[in-house]
Protein backbone atom coordinates (compact mmCIF):
# COMPACT_ATOMS: atom_id res chain seq x y z
CA UNK A 1 0.00 0.00 0.00
CA UNK A 2 1.22 3.26 -0.86
CA UNK A 3 0.57 5.86 2.08
CA UNK A 4 -0.06 9.26 2.01
CA UNK A 5 1.22 11.31 5.53
CA UNK A 6 0.60 14.66 6.39
CA UNK A 7 1.58 17.26 9.20
CA UNK A 8 -1.18 19.42 10.62
CA UNK A 9 -0.42 22.33 12.84
CA UNK A 10 -2.72 25.28 14.89
CA UNK A 11 -1.99 27.67 12.49
CA UNK A 12 -1.79 30.15 15.19
CA UNK A 13 1.82 29.11 16.30
CA UNK A 14 4.37 31.25 15.59
CA UNK A 15 6.65 30.69 12.34
CA UNK A 16 9.51 29.08 14.92
CA UNK A 17 7.31 26.63 16.50
CA UNK A 18 5.73 25.16 13.01
CA UNK A 19 8.79 24.86 11.70
CA UNK A 20 10.29 23.12 15.17
CA UNK A 21 6.72 20.84 15.59
CA UNK A 22 6.85 19.84 11.67
CA UNK A 23 10.60 18.95 12.15
CA UNK A 24 10.16 16.77 15.09
CA UNK A 25 7.13 15.02 14.01
CA UNK A 26 8.76 14.08 10.22
CA UNK A 27 11.27 12.77 12.70
CA UNK A 28 9.49 10.24 14.59
CA UNK A 29 7.30 9.68 11.07
CA UNK A 30 10.99 8.88 9.69
CA UNK A 31 11.51 6.17 12.61
CA UNK A 32 8.22 4.78 12.29
CA UNK A 33 9.25 4.32 8.63
CA UNK A 34 12.47 4.28 7.40
CA UNK A 35 11.55 2.62 4.20
CA UNK A 36 10.21 6.36 3.52
CA UNK A 37 13.76 7.54 3.47
CA UNK A 38 15.67 7.12 0.31
CA UNK A 39 19.11 5.55 -0.21
CA UNK A 40 22.16 8.45 -0.18
CA UNK A 41 22.82 9.63 -3.27
CA UNK A 42 26.22 10.79 -4.45
CA UNK A 43 26.95 14.11 -6.21
CA UNK A 44 28.75 14.06 -9.28
CA UNK A 45 32.18 14.73 -7.68
CA UNK A 46 31.47 11.23 -5.25
CA UNK A 47 30.17 13.25 -2.02
CA UNK A 48 27.65 11.21 -0.71
CA UNK A 49 24.15 13.13 0.33
CA UNK A 50 22.20 11.23 2.79
CA UNK A 51 18.69 10.53 1.82
CA UNK A 52 15.39 12.14 2.11
CA UNK A 53 11.81 11.06 2.06
CA UNK A 54 10.65 9.33 -0.93
CA UNK A 55 6.86 10.83 -0.81
CA UNK A 56 5.55 13.96 -0.20
CA UNK A 57 4.90 15.62 3.15
CA UNK A 58 2.82 18.28 2.84
CA UNK A 59 1.78 20.88 6.17
CA UNK A 60 -1.28 21.77 6.60
CA UNK A 61 -3.31 24.42 9.01
CA UNK A 62 -5.90 24.31 11.27
CA UNK A 63 -7.70 26.10 14.00
CA UNK A 64 -6.44 24.59 17.30
CA UNK A 65 -9.86 23.57 18.53
CA UNK A 66 -10.19 21.30 15.37
CA UNK A 67 -7.01 19.06 15.90
CA UNK A 68 -8.80 16.91 18.60
CA UNK A 69 -11.43 15.90 16.86
CA UNK A 70 -9.20 15.75 13.73
CA UNK A 71 -6.47 13.33 15.60
CA UNK A 72 -9.80 11.59 16.84
CA UNK A 73 -11.03 10.90 13.10
CA UNK A 74 -7.62 9.74 12.10
CA UNK A 75 -7.81 6.94 15.03
CA UNK A 76 -8.09 3.60 12.53
CA UNK A 77 -4.91 4.79 10.47
CA UNK A 78 -1.83 3.04 10.26
CA UNK A 79 0.25 6.45 11.91
CA UNK A 80 -1.56 8.73 14.16
CA UNK A 81 1.26 11.05 15.88
CA UNK A 82 0.65 13.92 18.64
CA UNK A 83 2.64 16.60 19.59
CA UNK A 84 0.80 17.62 22.65
CA UNK A 85 1.32 20.80 24.57
CA UNK A 86 3.04 18.97 27.70
CA UNK A 87 6.09 18.40 24.68
CA UNK A 88 6.48 21.92 24.59
CA UNK A 89 6.10 22.57 28.38
CA UNK A 90 8.29 19.88 29.14
CA UNK A 91 11.97 20.39 30.39
CA UNK A 92 13.04 17.21 29.36
CA UNK A 93 11.03 13.72 28.26
CA UNK A 94 11.62 12.44 31.40
CA UNK A 95 9.03 15.49 32.24
CA UNK A 96 7.38 14.86 28.95
CA UNK A 97 6.46 11.35 29.48
CA UNK A 98 5.38 12.59 33.10
CA UNK A 99 2.96 14.85 31.92
CA UNK A 100 1.03 12.49 29.69
CA UNK A 101 1.08 9.88 32.17
CA UNK A 102 -0.86 12.41 34.58
CA UNK A 103 -3.23 13.34 32.32
CA UNK A 104 -5.97 11.04 30.19
CA UNK A 105 -5.44 11.35 26.23
CA UNK A 106 -8.53 13.71 25.92
CA UNK A 107 -7.23 16.01 28.59
CA UNK A 108 -4.26 16.34 26.21
CA UNK A 109 -3.92 19.25 23.85
CA UNK A 110 -2.61 18.89 19.98
CA UNK A 111 -0.87 21.58 18.83
CA UNK A 112 0.30 19.25 15.83
CA UNK A 113 -0.40 16.31 14.08
CA UNK A 114 0.73 13.88 11.63
CA UNK A 115 -1.19 11.36 10.15
CA UNK A 116 -0.66 8.80 7.53
CA UNK A 117 -2.40 5.69 5.57
CA UNK A 118 -4.11 5.43 2.28
CA UNK A 119 -4.49 8.40 0.14
CA UNK A 120 -8.47 7.96 0.32
CA UNK A 121 -8.59 7.80 4.08
CA UNK A 122 -6.20 10.24 4.80
CA UNK A 123 -7.96 12.65 1.90
CA UNK A 124 -11.49 12.27 4.20
CA UNK A 125 -10.02 13.34 7.07
CA UNK A 126 -8.22 16.56 6.43
CA UNK A 127 -8.61 16.65 2.72
CA UNK A 128 -10.35 19.90 2.83
CA UNK A 129 -7.05 21.94 4.56
CA UNK A 130 -5.25 24.43 3.49
CA UNK A 131 -1.50 24.05 2.62
CA UNK A 132 0.31 26.25 5.93
CA UNK A 133 1.19 29.31 4.60
Known amino acids: ?4 PVIILDEALPTGLKA ?11 KLR ?7 TPTQDAIA ?6 VALPVLGAPAADLPALFDKAADLPIRL ?29 QALLLAGSR ?11 LLR
Open 1 to 4: MSIK
Open 20 to 30: NFSAVMAMSLG
Open 34 to 40: PDLVGAD
Open 49 to 54: LAGITT
Open 82 to 110: AYMRAAFEARDYDDYTARIAAEPLDAQIP
Open 120 to 130: KAVDRICGRLP
